[in-house]
């Protein structure tokens, strides 16, 4: 697992971040943010730039530009930007893998908040604006809402 903060330039995160905040970003809801054996949890908002070999978001050239490019990318296999609603108590997902092969997961976070990503060992990595997760794809991990902002920003991004 590897954490590093003020992972991009200003300028390239800027440019990102004035993105997914502006009224242009489209934002997708989705009924559940896992589903694992049956039991479905919350709820979030979706932005996919690239999915199943293809892109799928007219954004995806901006994001390659300023965030995939800094990455050590082989083969993206998913890219997606998740809004994660603001609610009165921190809600907890479930534990949940992205995918059952080896890969890697590279989480960017673009607003600081009192939201985390938590890892079945009970390590937890707090939401930090510009902060760069990175780790093992195969690890059980969960997302959170926030209570302190109006959302929690992140992109989820799963490669070889």
Known sequence: MKVIDNFLPKENFNVLKKLIFSKEFPWFFQDQVTFTKGNTTNYYFV???????????????????????????????RAKANFYHKTAKLVKNKFHIDYEFPHK???????????????????????????????????????TTCTNSKGRFNININYI
């Open 47 to 77: 932005h996919t730039l690239y999915y199943n070999n293809r892109i799928n978001s007219n954004f995806y050239d901006v994001f390659e530009n300023n965030l995939f490019n800094k990455l050590e990318i082989k083969s993206l296999i």
């Open 105 to 143: 997961t590279a989480l960017l976070y673009f607003n600081s908040n009192d939201g985390f990503t938590e890892f079945k060992n009970g390590t937890k990595i707090d939401s930090k604006e510009n902060r760069l997760l990175i780790f093992d794809g195969l690890k059980l991990h969960k997302s």
